[in-house]
């Protein structure tokens, strides 16, 4: 399985964007998917998780009510959409998959992207 994040970008404290998630290869919808984010000189960190059916949903303390993870498993993509953005936001985002669900350990996925930038100026 094959992840490849797009919609990274430079923005204004207060914007928006809207990552993207899409995935290949031997593909299965019955997968957790998750965003982690990595600051330079920090370590990896949990943002969101969304379970399968979508019925379950998980966030950050520090994302939650600004973040809203979702996801189209007819077209196998995954999203992470980022309202009212701030200077610490600042990362490379990461979409990973998973079997089971174990939300916020990074271990627990078996499938990574390359990530994307995100760039928040104050």
């Known amino acids: 399985v094959q992840l490849v994040e797009s919609g990274g970008g430079l923005v204004q404290a207060g914007g928006s964007l809207r990552l993207s998630c899409a995935a290949s290869?031997?593909?299965?919808?019955?997968?957790?998917m998750a965003w982690f984010r990595q600051a330079p000189g920090k370590e990896r960190e949990f943002v969101a998780a969304?379970?399968?059916?979508?019925?379950?949903?998980y966030y950050a303390d520090s994302v939650k009510g600004r973040f809203t993870i979702s996801r189209d498993n007819a077209k196998n993509t995954g999203y992470l959409q980022m309202n009212s953005l701030k200077p610490e936001d600042t990362a490379v985002y990461y979409c990973?998959?998973?079997?089971?669900?174990?939300?916020?350990?990074?271990?627990?996925?078996?499938?990574w992207g390359q990530g994307t930038q995100v760039t928040v100026s104050s």
């Open positions: 969304l379970t399968w059916n979508s019925q379950g949903k």
């Open positions: 990973a998959a998973g079997s089971s669900w174990f939300p916020r350990t990074p271990e627990r996925y078996n499938y």
């Open positions: 290869g031997r593909t299965s919808t019955h997968y957790t």
